[in-house]
T-cell receptor, first 112, second 114 residues
Framework: SQQGEEDPQALSIQEGENATMNCSYKTSINNLQWYRQNSGRGLVHLIL?????REKHSGRLRVTLDTSKKSSSLLITASRAADTASYFC????????????FGTGTRLQVTL | DADVTQTPRNRITKTGKRIMLECSQT?????MYWYRQDPGLGLRLIYYSFDVKDINKGEISDGYSVSRQAQAKFSLSLESAIPNQTALYFCATSDLRQGADTQYFGPGTRLTVL
C-alpha cells in the first residue's frame, strides 16, 4: 500500500506563479524526500528533509514537514515551463531498513 | 555516460514468455532496487538488494525474480509474463554512507505484454 498520498493529483498554473503540493503519510519516518519525474523518465531526487527538521530550502524549492500531522509540502516558487513534471514524495519509514515508499504523485503543468 | 543504465529501454513480448530486464550502475553503490510504475499508482517496490549476498522481496514480488550478479548489476526476470505485468520498470541505486537512502534512478524500461 502507498505510504504517501499527494494532493492535488494534478495542478495547472501559469509561469511565474508558485506551485504548492502536499504529501500525507501514515507512519513515523526517518526522513521524507521529494522526487521529480519528467514524462516517462526516471525519477530525480530534489530534496530531503529529516524528521527533526521543519523546513528546508534548495533554490526555488521549499519543503516543510509537520510530523505531528504526518504531512509535508513542496513549494516551487516562480515556476517555469521547464518545471512541468510529476512530483512524488517518498518516505523512509522507521523500522523499514531504509526502504522508500513512494506516493502517487502530483502532475504539475506550467503554461506560458 | 549515465550512472544507472537499463536494458532494454522498450520491450514487447507475449504472454508466457520469459523476459529479463537488466540494470547496471557505475556509482559504486551497494544498494539496488527494482520498481514498477503503473498510471495513477506511483512506484511500487518489487525487489531490493543491500549487497551482492542480500536479496529481499518488496511489496509486489509475485511473478518476478532477481539476480545480483555483481555489485554493479541487478537483473529482474519475469518467468512467465502476463498482461498485467505491462508497466514501466525502474532500477535505482542508493548509498547509505551518504546518511540517507537517496535513490538514483535509471531511465526505465517500458514493457508491454500482449
Amino acid at each position: 500500500s502507498q505510504q504517501g498520498e499527494e494532493d492535488p493529483q494534478a495542478l495547472s498554473i501559469q509561469e511565474g506563479e508558485n506551485a504548492t503540493m502536499n504529501c500525507s503519510y501514515k507512519t513515523s519516518i526517518n526522513n521524507l524526500q521529494w522526487y521529480r519525474q519528467n514524462s516517462g523518465r526516471g525519477l530525480v531526487h530534489l530534496i530531503l528533509i529529516r524528521s527533526n527538521e521543519r523546513e528546508k530550502h534548495s533554490g526555488r524549492l521549499r519543503v516543510t514537514l509537520d510530523t505531528s500531522k504526518k504531512s509535508s509540502s513542496l513549494l516551487i516558487t516562480a515556476s517555469r515551463a521547464a518545471d512541468t513534471a510529476s512530483y512524488f514524495c517518498a518516505t523512509d519509514a522507521t523500522g523499514t531498513a531504509s526502504k522508500l515508499t513512494f506516493g502517487t504523485g502530483t502532475r504539475l503543468q506550467v503554461t506560458l | 555516460d549515465a550512472d544507472v543504465t537499463q536494458t532494454p529501454r522498450n520491450r514487447i513480448t507475449k504472454t508466457g514468455k520469459r523476459i529479463m530486464l537488466e540494470c547496471s550502475q557505475t556509482k559504486g553503490h551497494d544498494r539496488m532496487y527494482w520498481y514498477r510504475q503503473d498510471p495513477g499508482l506511483g512506484l511500487r517496490l518489487i525487489y531490493y538488494s543491500f549487497d551482492v549476498k542480500d536479496i529481499n522481496k518488496g511489496e509486489i514480488s509475485d511473478g518476478y525474480s532477481v539476480s545480483r550478479q555483481a555489485q554493479a548489476k541487478f537483473s529482474l526476470s519475469l518467468e512467465s509474463a502476463i498482461p498485467n505485468q505491462t508497466a514501466l520498470y525502474f532500477c535505482a541505486t542508493s548509498d547509505l554512507r551518504q546518511g540517507a537512502d537517496t535513490q538514483y534512478f535509471g531511465p526505465g524500461t517500458r514493457l508491454t505484454v500482449l
